[in-house]
């Protein structure tokens, strides 16, 4: 069965930065698309960035500039979070497509403290 699996949430101050990784049970490159979503209490889950297998890089408007993507050469990908804000407060999600199956991580938690 295939596992995804986020690590890297905490607590922070706001201005201050945190890494999320997402490690997947087979290579990263399984997936057409690998994405990472937020859900802040009481709000719809959101897509934050995601990562074709080309490479290919999409932010939401609301962490452009601040958000950065990657992965590397096996089987995780990345979130870089700079300049965090209160608003950026919210379980962290990976989430990708293996054929027609989505799969989901159990998310991390990232709290950002005014």
């Known amino acids: 069965q295939v596992r995804l699996v986020e690590s890297g949430g905490g607590l922070v101050q706001s201005g201050e930065s945190l890494r999320l990784s997402c490690t997947a049970s087979?290579?990263?490159?399984?997936?057409?698309?690998v994405g990472w979503y937020r859900q802040a209490p009481g709000k719809e889950r959101e897509l934050v960035a995601s990562?074709?297998?080309?490479?290919?890089l999409d932010y939401a408007n609301s962490v452009k500039d601040r958000f950065i993507m990657s992965r590397d050469t096996k089987n995780t990908v990345y979130l870089q979070m700079n300049s965090l804000k209160p608003a950026d407060t919210a379980v962290y999600y990976c989430?990708?497509?293996?054929?027609?199956?989505?799969?989901w991580g159990q998310g991390t938690q990232v709290t950002v403290d005014s």
């Open positions: 989430g990708a497509a293996l054929g027609s199956i989505a799969l």
């Open positions: 087979t290579s990263i490159f399984s997936f057409k698309k």
């Open positions: 990562m074709t297998a080309g490479g290919s």
